[in-house]
């Protein structure tokens, strides 16, 4: 047979619990980011970023006549770590826009 459709209230009533969920989410994203600062030479307050601590190691695959996108490294139960990565040969290269 035919299900019921829900009234308004129903809707209204899922409509703001989406919200407060989606303003929940995002004031936990927020706060979880670490906003922690620390002062520079000039005494101002500069946020400090996850990405403030990186360093660049170098390109983990690189080989000649291939564009390379991604990579996924998996860990054997050996120890040993296996790179996946897309690849396709430049002459078969997409177009940007």
Not at 21 to 36: I, P
Not at 50 to 60: N, S, Y
Request: hydrophobic residues 40%; aromatic residues 12%.
């Amino acid at each position: 047979m035919f299900k019921r459709r829900p009234d308004s209230v129903t809707f209204t009533r899922i409509r703001m619990a989406k919200n407060y969920l989606m303003l929940f989410g995002l004031t936990a994203a927020y706060w979880g980011c670490g906003h922690t600062h620390r002062k520079t030479s000039a005494g101002l307050n500069v946020p400090v970023a996850l990405a403030d601590h990186w360093k660049l190691v170098g390109e983990a695959i690189n080989q000649a006549g291939y564009d390379i996108l991604g990579s996924s490294p998996v860990y054997d139960d050996a120890g040993k770590i296996h790179l996946y990565a897309a690849r396709w040969q430049e002459t078969n290269s997409f177009e940007s826009g």
